[in-house]
C-alpha cells in the first residue's frame, strides 16, 4: 500500500532529477567551451529537449519511479545508474546518426560525469533526509497482524524489514479463532482490534486460510465500527504449492500461478514500441546495403532463392512464416532436419552467415510486422513444435510469447542443433525464466550479449 509520504518521494525524486539533468547540461556547455558562448548556445540548445525525452524514456524503461523501485533505496541507487547509463547509450547512438556532428566530446564527458556525480550527492541527500524523517517524524505507517499461520510469519517478516512500515506485532498471542461455532464474532477478537485502534494502528492485516474467509465480513463489520482498516491477506500454502498472484476481473479475483510480466499491457506496449524502432534502425541502417551484397553473393555460389521462409510456431502456437538468408543448397529435408556440423547442405557464404547470425537479420522484417520480437524464444520447425511438446515438461509455455530473433537460451550457450533431449530441456527452461522474469533493461543485455557474440563467432552455430 503507499503511503502519502512514499508517492511525494516519486514526485520529488522524479522533478529533483529532471532539474539536476538540465543544471549538468548548462554547466557542462560553460565549463567545456571557450568559444563564442551565444553562438555555441544557439547550436546546442537543440538538444535539450532530447536529453529530456531521453531520460524520461530510460527511467521509465527501468522503472525508475515506480512504486517497487521507491520502496527500497537500494533500487533506487541500482535504477538510477542504470538508467544513467541507458540514457548515454541512446544519446550516443543518437548523435552517430545526426547530421550535426559538431557536438564536442569534451562537452559529452563533462556533461555525464556532472549527472553522475549530482545523482551521488541526489541520493545521499534522499536517504540522510529519510533518516531524519524515519527518527523524528511519523512518516512510517503503523500496522499490525492478526491471525497466525504461515502467510502470517511471512508477512510479519516483510513489515519487521521494510523501512516504510512501522511493524507492531501480532495483536493475538496464541493460535487464533475469530467466530464461534455459530459465526458469532469472538469477544476476544472484538478486543484485538479495539486494541489496535487505542494504540494508533489504523491498519491491520489478518491472514485467512481458504476454510476461514466466510469470517471476513464479521471482522471487517467490527474493524469498521473500531475505524480500523482492515486488510485480508489470503493464505493458500496448504493448497496451493506454487507461487501465484491475484488479479481481478470485473468482480472476479483470478489466481494466476505463473509470472507473466509481459501479459501487462503497458510492459507489451514498450517492447513492441523497442521492436519497431530497432528493427526500423536495423532495416534502414544495415540491411539496406548489406541485403544487394549478400544477395549478389548467394545467388554466385548456389542457385536459388535469396531468402529462405519457413513455417514455424509462433506466439500462442500461430503459425507464421519466418525468414532468413539462403544459407544452403536448395534440398528436400530444409523442413525437417537441423543443419548438422561439417553438413555439406552448408554454402561457403552461408557458414560464414550462420557463424556470424547474419543469416537472422530478415528475421527484423518479422519483427516489423509483429510475427516475432527482437528478443524472445527461438521459434522451432512445426515438426520439432510437435516432436518436443509430447516428451518435454511445460515445452508449450515458451509459446506464450512471440518468439525472438535471439534469446536468453541462446546468449546462453543453448542455440544451434540440440543432438539430444537433455539441451532441449535446458533451452526450455531458459525461455520460461525469460518469460517470467522480463524487464526491459534484461532485452537490452540480452541485445548486447548477442552482438558481443556476434563479433566472437560462436562454436554451436553452423
Known amino acids: 500500500m503507499q503511503s502519502r509520504y512514499l508517492y511525494s518521494l516519486r514526485l520529488l525524486l522524479g522533478g529533483t532529477d529532471l532539474l539536476i539533468l538540465n543544471f549538468s547540461f548548462f554547466l557542462a556547455f560553460y565549463m567545456g567551451n571557450n568559444l563564442d558562448k551565444a553562438l555555441f548556445f544557439d547550436h546546442y540548445r537543440q538538444y535539450l529537449i532530447n536529453i529530456n525525452i531521453l531520460w524520461l524514456l530510460s527511467s521509465n524503461m527501468l ?23 541507458l540514457h548515454m547509450v541512446f544519446w550516443v547512438f543518437f548523435l552517430s546518426f545526426s547530421k550535426d556532428q559538431q557536438i564536442s566530446r569534451v562537452f559529452l564527458g563533462l556533461f555525464y560525469t556532472f549527472f553522475a556525480v549530482n545523482l551521488l550527492i541526489s541520493r545521499f541527500l ?78 491491520v492485516y489478518v491472514s485467512l486460510t481458504a476454510d476461514k474467509l466466510s469470517e471476513a465480513g464479521s471482522l471487517m463489520q467490527e474493524a469498521e465500527r473500531q475505524c480500523v482498516r482492515l486488510k485480508f491477506v489470503p493464505d493458500f500454502s496448504q493448497s496451493i504449492a506454487s507461487p501465484f498472484t491475484i488479479n481481478y476481473m470485473g468482480e472476479f479475483p483470478v489466481i494466476s500461478m505463473r509470472k507473466e510480466p509481459l501479459e501487462q499491457m503497458h510492459s507489451r506496449f514498450r517492447k513492441r514500441l523497442a521492436d519497431i524502432l530497432f528493427s526500423s534502425a536495423v532495416i534502414i541502417f544495415v540491411l539496406s546495403w548489406l541485403y544487394p551484397i ?20 509462433g506466439r500462442n502456437n500461430e503459425m507464421f512464416w519466418c525468414y532468413k538468408f539462403r544459407s544452403m543448397k536448395m534440398n528436400k529435408d530444409s523442413d525437417a532436419k537441423q543443419a548438422t556440423k561439417n553438413d555439406d547442405r552448408v554454402t561457403r557464404i552461408g557458414r560464414f552467415m550462420r557463424k556470424t547470425s547474419l543469416d537472422e537479420l530478415p528475421q527484423f522484417f518479422n519483427v516489423l510486422l509483429g510475427n516475432m520480437s527482437v528478443v524472445g524464444p527461438r521459434p522451432h520447425m512445426l515438426k520439432h513444435t510437435e516432436q518436443y511438446r509430447a516428451i518435454i515438461d511445460k515445452y508449450m509455455v515458451r509459446h ?32 520460461i525464466w525469460y518469460l517470467e522474469n522480463w524487464s526491459a533493461m534484461l532485452d537490452v543485455k540480452i541485445v548486447f550479449l548477442t552482438i558481443i557474440n556476434m563479433l566472437k563467432g560462436e562454436e554451436s552455430a553452423y
Open 63 to 85: 522503472t525508475l519511479y515506480s512504486k517497487k523501485t521507491i520502496m527500497s533505496l537500494e533500487n533506487v541507487y541500482r535504477a538510477s545508474w542504470k538508467s544513467m547509463f
Open 126 to 203: 534522499l536517504t540522510v533526509i529519510e533518516n531524519i524523517l524515519s527518527k523524528h517524524f511519523k512518516i512510517r505507517k503503523p500496522v499490525a497482524v492478526m491471525g497466525r499461520n504461515n502467510t502470517s510469519l511471512r508477512l510479519a517478516t516483510f513489515f519487521e524489514k521494510d523501512t516504510h512500515y512501522n511493524f507492531e506485532g501480532f495483536l493475538d498471542q496464541d493460535d487464533y479463532m475469530f467466530v464461534d461455532n455459530n459465526g458469532q464474532l469472538l469477544p476476544a477478537a472484538c478486543e484485538q482490534i479495539k486494541r489496535a485502534a487505542d494504540n494508533g494502528i489504523k491498519e
Open 294 to 313: 549478400l544477395a549478389i553473393i548467394i545467388k554466385l555460389q548456389s542457385p536459388g532463392p535469396v531468402l529462405f521462409k519457413q513455417l514455424r510456431s
Open 400 to 431: 506464450y510469447l512471440k518468439p525472438g530473433i535471439t534469446g536468453w537460451a541462446q546468449v546462453n550457450g543453448f542455440r544451434g542443433e540440440t543432438i539430444n533431449l537433455e539441451l532441449m530441456e535446458k533451452r526450455v527452461e531458459h525461455d
